[in-house]
């Protein structure tokens, strides 16, 4: 155990500083000449993208949230409508299938039993084909789907996921990007995805360096007992993920709001012992999170910003994280990283089982 984890004190520490590998072995051969290469997602892909007039996302847990990313990217960049949702739900609901709708799977065991079942179901109904993103070639995901998209994340022990998801997000955007352009994307944003795929492994490396500064700002967590986390856009999910991260690791009550719904109720529980955690890029959407933030602050709330250097310009927060500068696609993977990094530093202060958390498995294989 101490071996495989070299000098790391957990397997979540270790893995959440793989991934600039992990997310380089899973571009490897996948980009060439500034293009997503369309046959690795199969022989017949090329036909299918073309087909494809909607695509269906299914996941649970982690793997939901990268799915929930997902939906923005391949809507935003192919025009193809697209809906995520959560496996337990899709199997017990009477889904209707459109005519050339896409079936994705997004699962790192490719194991987990309602992500399985909904597959086994949606073969019995017309869509076009089924994709499998996962991290396990062997695995019954895999085995049950027509086309397959690998991360190549490694073994992935903690069971709170890490690599996992970034890697996923990866390969969402590789299938983003490449039904994107099958779809009619303009040039010039399709090479600025491809180019932020292939510059991302440096900048998780350049936002790992992060950690010292995250692991002092954790020292101002370890007594609360709830947390907020704020996004909008692609954004959203990514505080969906690090909602997750703290709460299934530091068990601190954590829940995660699309910045605008903020007024519809959350607002009411902000006050000075509650701390609201944004994140965002620097998007079209920044004005309106602003004001988002400025009606946390005026109620008195303690605001911690995960922001680059142009959104942290005359931002009134208790403590800005600046995070390097990124584009569309790279945006959400780097905005992640420090949320891993908060959630594990407060788990280590706090106490708790970092890579075993109470009442979690890394793969649920039963209902
Ligand atoms: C469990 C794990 C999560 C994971 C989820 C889905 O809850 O603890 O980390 O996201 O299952 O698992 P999958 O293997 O399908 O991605």
Redesign the pocket.
């Known amino acids: 155990d101490a071996v495989q984890r070299g000098d790391y004190a957990h397997y979540m520490l270790k893995e959440i500083h793989e991934q600039s590998q992990a997310v380089a072995d899973t571009l490897e051969g996948r980009i060439a000449g500034g293009k997503v290469l369309t046959q690795i997602f199969g022989v017949e892909a090329e036909q299918l993208l073309a087909a494809t007039q909607a695509v269906h996302i299914i ?5 939901y949230h990268a799915g929930l990313v997902a939906r923005y990217w391949i809507e935003q960049l192919a025009g193809v409508p697209c809906t995520t949702e959560i496996a337990s739900e899709y199997r017990y609901r009477d889904p209707v299938v459109r005519e050339g709708t896409l079936f994705l799977t ?4 490719g ?2 039993a309602d ?1 399985l079942a909904a597959l086994k179901l949606a073969k019995q109904m017309p869509y076009l084909a089924q994709l499998a993103v996962c991290n396990v070639p062997e695995s019954s995901i895999v085995r049950e789907s027509s086309l397959v998209l690998m991360t190549r994340a490694g073994p992935e022990i903690g ?3 890490t690599k ?1 998801f970034t890697t996923q997000l990866v390969a969402l955007a590789l299938f983003a990007l490449a039904l994107g352009r099958v779809k009619g994307l303009d040039d010039a944003r399709y090479a600025d995805g491809v180019r932020q795929l292939e510059q991302l492994p440096g900048l998780i490396v350049e936002t790992l360096k992060l950690d010292a500064e995250i692991k002092t700002l954790a020292e101002r967590f370890t007594d609360k007992h709830h947390a907020l986390f704020l996004g909008r856009g692609t954004h959203w999910p990514v505080a969906m993920e690090g909602a997750l991260k703290l709460k299934e690791i530091s068990y601190i009550h954590a829940e995660a709001y699309a910045a605008g719904e903020l007024k519809h109720g959350p607002l009411a529980l902000v006050d000075e012992d509650m701390p609201v955690i944004a994140v965002a890029p620097n998007d079209r959407l920044i004005d309106k999170l602003k004001s988002n933030l400025e009606e946390v602050r005026a109620r008195g709330g303690q605001l911690y910003a995960f922001v680059d250097e142009t959104v942290a310009h005359g931002l009134d927060a208790a403590h800005v994280v600046i995070l390097p500068a990124a584009g569309e696609i790279a945006a959400p993977v780097i905005s992640t990283l420090p949320l891993q990094l908060l959630s594990y530093h407060v788990a280590v202060l706090r106490g708790t089982d970092v890579d075993q958390p109470r009442n ?5 294989t039963v209902e």
Do not use: D, F, N, R
């Open positions: 996941a649970c847990g982690t793997s997004i699962s790192q065991s194991e987990t992500t069971v709170a996921s996992a979690l498995a890394k793969s649920v």
